[in-house]
């Protein structure tokens, strides 16, 4: 899912701030181009967006995926409607 919203996106100018300094153009550059492997448990990991399909993409994944990821980190924890 990540790599079809990257593919969506448009390089920032180069007249963007965080492509004229030295110290964050590559880091930058980076988030737009497409990920040859999943992301490590320790990566930075943005949920890019270029539209509200995306947006809806995103907010779907995330509720699907935020009860087994609260039962891993907080296994107490429980969610019971009551």
């Known amino acids: 899912m990540q790599n079809r919203v990257i593919s969506k996106l448009e390089k920032p ?3 963007h ?3 004229r300094d030295p110290g964050l153009r590559a880091w930058y ?3 737009f181009e497409l990920l040859e492997a999943a992301p ?3 990566t930075d990991f943005w949920l890019r967006y270029r539209d509200e399909d995306d947006v809806r993409r995103w907010a779907q994944f995330v509720k699907a995926a ?3 990821i609260l039962g891993k980190l907080a296994p107490d924890l429980t969610l019971n409607a009551e």
């Open 13 to 15: 100018a180069p007249s």
């Open 17 to 19: 701030p965080l492509i």
């Open 29 to 31: 550059l980076a988030k």
């Open 40 to 42: 490590s448990s320790q």
């Open 66 to 68: 935020l009860p087994d």
